[in-house]
């Protein structure tokens, strides 16, 4: 094995990209998202030729429009705690990777960010995983105490 790579890039906004786009590739972890809408992505490991080709599409296709990123914004937060970037096969969006986070609100909103296409704002609806985290909590408060 060689020496480990280390690259950063940004796309500017401009004329056929909505949005500013930057990753970072360092050994084997890659790092991407957009510039005010405080999202990113980390995929890894890249050493497998299928996830290096899905992420090479999921990149071109953020550009194209292929690809898009899905935010969710909790009611009161001023940044997505969650995201998921997905790439279209066929009919169909695949997630080729998906951020961590939850909200302490039970109620969230979606938004899809997609170059070429307007930001789309999902209706409000339930935070399966945060109530389900927060009936836990309560249960556990409930049995220690």
């Known amino acids: 094995m060689g020496d480990p790579v280390a690259l950063s890039c940004v796309f500017p906004r401009q004329p056929g990209l909505d949005f500013e786009l930057w990753f970072a590739l360092d050994g084997h972890e890659l790092t991407l998202g957009t510039t ?4 990113y992505a980390d995929v890894f490991p890249l050493d497998a030729p299928d996830v290096w080709q899905r992420i090479a599409n999921a990149i071109d296709g953020l ?4 690809s898009r990123v899905l935010l969710y914004w909790a009611l009161g937060r001023k940044k997505p705690y969650w995201s998921v970037l997905q790439f279209r096969e066929g009919d169909r969006w695949t997630n080729i990777s998906t951020g961590l986070g939850c909200a302490l609100t039970p109620i969230i909103r979606p938004v899809v960010v997609q170059n070429g296409r307007p ?3 999902g209706s409000l609806r339930p935070a399966w995983g945060s109530i389900l ?3 836990l909590v309560a249960a556990a408060l409930l049995y220690l105490f």
């Open 36 to 39: 005010g809408d405080d999202w």
């Open 63 to 66: 550009i194209t429009g292929e």
């Open 119 to 121: 930001r789309t704002t």
């Open 133 to 135: 985290l927060l009936l």
